[in-house]
């Protein structure tokens, strides 16, 4: 695991690459046992179809690069594919968007719905070392900055004590007819940042936002990995 | 390391480096300080006159001084401290005190001295509280290193660790004229430059003579060496951390004051959670936890009761309470009948208390007495809060009978507090206070202090 994570690392660093992928980035929260969405990485629009087939429609597809770390601002991002049609003009919408320079790939990704959004950090303090924030994630995450921290090495208890420390905590309860979170998912994936914080003194930086809360289980829809200098 | 702090906190001989013969000059206060609060052990000073000042002998230079001394208190100004540093150690004295301001708390030659300072200790292999400090009291061994006017200090079992000169001098002052309770070690750290707050958190954890530890830090110098010390220290002993400069603005007041530099608050208030410390937001809660703590137990839990002659009061209160984090609960029904039986019937009895009708029919003694027993020995209630209303018409109760049920009572805290005449309200907390009961000047207090400790209690009990 460790091992395999060090290689993504390694070789995103030859490459002179300060972030990593989307796609590497959830290689790596993946190998430490965080939920992500089912995805792969294709080239081209037959690669694309043919992965949507496995994945089963609807599908996302986004522009996957080690630099396009603001997919969303780019346009690179779009959603609810229900079909091949549409992932054709999406594929053709990203490509033009990306530019004539683009040489990055694709990403079929499957649709996770859920109405609720979280958030999950890893940061590196001056004082403390390896540090991890969980808090409301998705558009909201800035505007309310309602987050805790733990620093690592984090055991369970601090995880569990820490979802209920932000102000919006109810979020993972059973509310509006929706089903209590699985806790214990968030809090294994919270001491695994930590940990991965550890192991990795390279890694300067992870930012998994959002987690989008199916039924009562979160899965990482985008993820960013940073490296330090 | 013991060793060292032995020799701060629990010295045989001191030295008084630039003792004064002028009343007011540091040099002079502390050798009063030292004198009024009757240190057993040997005292000296240097002064280039020799003599005697306030009845210790004086020596012209350290180098005369007699061998084997503990401590010294360096009271001379910042330029000459590398060298006196330097000269204590060349002398054998290990542990030292600077009182010095002008270091790296006011500017960029300050911070040069500041350097040349430390060069001087890493040198002399002397160890260093300070500088910038206004010292240290270690009531158990009868000394301090304060040169602020103190007089002597009352004994207790609460310490203090903290960043800032204040201490040391007007908040102990406070503490010593507004409150009943005394100290046993208070630390002033200072700039921080050798000695920190990890290093005397771990001495203090390990002193018998410290019930409880409140800290004042503007900055944490090793932050993962104080979450592991705290860690192990939070299990024994209330620790409870007051941290300077937690907003912008106040992380810049804090450069100015002492140097210190802000990790991310945040991450901060998670590294704390963690090591079991409990954090706190008001200077003031420094002393009115503390008193608490000197002769109270620590609650057992959140679930607090109250009794009230003011219907605002069980109202506001109960407010006041759960944005406190405490639980006003519902009280057992045999408690109730308790109640009951003293009121008129048009006042239906619950928890928060309303005490006024039973006022009225059987007097402040035999109604609040009763009605306190009854809440106290309620197996759903930590914690009680008495709320006394007292004017010269309504005449003044024998408080005697407060201070018993707090006897009859040893594991549940209950403290007092008022509305009422300013002038009865101070003579009941000069009554109480000495006698083992906290009493609080302004309503929201004793609920404010709960709040407090409920947290502590489950930093002290936390699963490992």
Redesign the interface.
């Known amino acids: 695991m460790a091992a395999n994570v060090a290689k993504i690392i390694q070789a995103a660093k030859k490459n002179g690459q300060r972030t990593l992928s989307e796609y590497d980035s959830k290689r790596i929260i993946a190998a430490y046992g965080i939920p992500v969405s089912r995805e792969r990485l294709v080239g081209t629009l037959a690669e694309a179809k043919d992965a949507a087939k496995r994945i089963k429609y609807p599908v996302v597809l986004k522009g996957c690069s080690a630099d396009a770390a603001h997919k969303t601002e780019k346009g690179l991002v779009v959603v609810g594919l229900d079909g091949q049609k549409a992932l054709s003009d999406a594929f053709a919408t990203i490509k033009k968007r990306a530019g004539k320079s683009y040489d990055g790939n694709y990403l079929v990704q499957e649709m996770v719905k859920g109405q609720r959004e979280i958030m999950l950090g890893m ?1 590196r ?5 390896p ?1 991890v924030m969980f808090g409301l994630g998705g558009i909201f995450t800035e505007i309310l900055q309602d ?5 690592a090495p ?1 055991r369970k ?2 995880a569990k ?2 979802l209920g ?1 932000i102000r919006g905590h109810r979020i993972l309860d059973a509310v509006r007819g929706m089903k209590a979170v699985e806790t214990s998912i968030l809090v294994d994936a919270i001491v695994a940042l930590g940990k991965i914080g550890l192991d990795h003194p390279e890694i300067s930086e992870i930012d998994i936002n959002p987690l989008i809360i199916r039924g009562d289980k979160p899965v990482a829809v985008d993820a960013l990995v940073v490296l330090g200098e | 390391m013991t060793s060292i702090m032995r020799k701060l906190f629990e010295p045989r001989s001191v030295a008084v480096i630039g003792a004064s013969s002028t009343p007011g000059k540091p040099g002079n206060v502390l050798l009063k300080n030292i004198r009024d609060n009757g240190f057993p052990g040997k005292v000296y000073g240097v002064n280039p006159r020799g003599g005697e000042i306030e009845g210790y002998p004086i020596f012209k230079t350290i180098d005369e001084l007699p061998d084997n001394i503990d401590q010294a208190i360096i009271t001379l100004p910042a330029q000459y401290n590398p060298a006196t540093v330097r000269a204590c150690g060349a002398k054998g004295i290990e542990a030292l005190v600077l009182a010095a301001s002008g270091f790296a708390e006011v500017d960029h030659m300050g911070g040069e001295l500041q350097d040349d300072l430390a060069a001087a200790i890493a040198e002399s292999g002397v160890r260093v509280l300070g500088p910038n400090t206004t010292g240290h009291v270690s009531m158990p061994a009868s000394f301090t290193s304060s040169f602020f006017p103190l007089g002597q200090v009352p004994r207790g079992r609460i310490s203090y660790i903290t960043q800032t000169g204040n201490f040391s001098g007007i908040s102990l002052r406070h503490i010593m004229s507004a409150e009943n309770y005394g100290v046993a070690r208070v630390a002033g750290l200072g700039n921080k430059i050798d000695i920190d707050e990890s290093e005397i958190l771990e001495y203090l954890g390990d002193d018998p003579e410290t019930a409880a530890i409140l800290l004042y830090l503007e900055n944490i110098k090793h932050p993962n060496r104080f979450m592991e010390v705290a860690a192990k220290v939070t299990r024994e002993k209330p620790v409870i951390l007051l941290k300077g400069g937690s907003s912008d603005a106040g992380a810049q007041a804090a450069l100015a004051h002492t140097a210190s530099l802000a990790s991310d608050d945040r991450i901060l208030d998670g590294a704390l959670a963690q090591a079991g410390v409990t954090r706190i937001y008001k200077y003031s809660h420094l002393f009115q936890i503390a008193k608490a703590l000197a002769v109270m137990p620590v609650p057992a839990g959140n679930r607090v009761s109250f009794l009230s002659p003011s219907g605002a009061f069980t109202v506001c209160m109960t407010d006041f309470s759960r944005s406190q984090g405490l639980d006003v609960p519902p009280i057992a029904e045999n408690t109730r009948k308790r109640l009951q039986s003293l009121a008129p019937p048009f006042i239906r009895m619950r928890n928060p208390v309303d005490i006024y009708g039973s006022v009225g029919a059987h007097g402040y003694e035999h109604a609040y007495g009763d009605a306190m027993d009854a809440v106290l020995s309620d197996k759903a209630i930590d914690a009680v809060v008495v709320i006394m209303m007292l004017t010269g018409e309504s005449g003044i109760p024998d408080y005697d009978f407060i201070v018993d049920l707090a006897r009859k009572h040893p594991k549940k805290p209950i403290y007092v507090t008022f509305m009422g005449d300013h002038v009865h309200n101070v003579a009941c907390k000069a009554y109480l206070e000495p006698r083992g009961v906290p009493a609080y000047m302004l309503v929201e207090e004793p609920f404010e202090v709960l709040g407090v400790l409920a947290r502590c209690r489950a930093a002290l009990h936390r699963p490992r």
């Open positions: 940061t303090d001056a004082q403390f070392g540090s987050v805790a921290f733990r620093v984090i208890r601090d004590q820490m420390e």
